[in-house]
């Protein structure tokens, strides 16, 4: 079992800055690739980043590519998302999921095992 909490989620205004992390516990962290998705009103849930167990390669959503950039702690047990640039587009709640490091899509979010309870951005106009 892989409990994940995220946090850093509020209301900023069109072209600020947020940073949200997602706090692992239970099984070792460096077991797990971790994704970041987003779900906006009324919209299907959608990839936003991923990076796998040792950081070493990531992965972004041509939406934010560019803008976002995914980062991961081993040693805190710890995974960031930090949004440059931000559009009212960008309005969703964010959700930090985790994965087994065995390979295959990492956009598609069936293949991860445990999901957070997300943390909302709202990005004004």
């Known amino acids: 079992q892989v409990q994940l909490v995220e946090s850093g989620g509020r209301l900023v205004q069109t072209g600020g800055s947020l940073r949200l992390s997602c706090a692992a516990s239970?099984?070792?962290?460096?077991?797990?690739?971790m994704g970041w998705f987003r779900q906006a009103p009324g919209k299907e849930r959608e990839f936003v980043a991923f990076i796998s167990t040792l950081g070493d390669n990531t992965l972004y959503a041509a939406s934010v590519k560019g803008r976002f950039t995914v980062s991961r702690d081993n040693a805190k047990s710890t995974v960031h998302l930090e949004m440059n640039r931000l559009k009212p587009e960008d309005t969703a709640v964010y959700y930090c999921?985790?994965?087994?490091?065995?390979?295959?899509?990492?956009?598609?979010?069936?293949?991860?095992?445990?999901w957070g309870q997300g943390t909302q951005v709202t990005v004004s106009s």
């Open positions: 999921a985790a994965r087994p490091g065995w390979g295959g899509e990492p956009t598609l979010g069936h293949l991860y095992h445990y």
């Open positions: 239970g099984r070792t962290f460096t077991n797990w690739d």
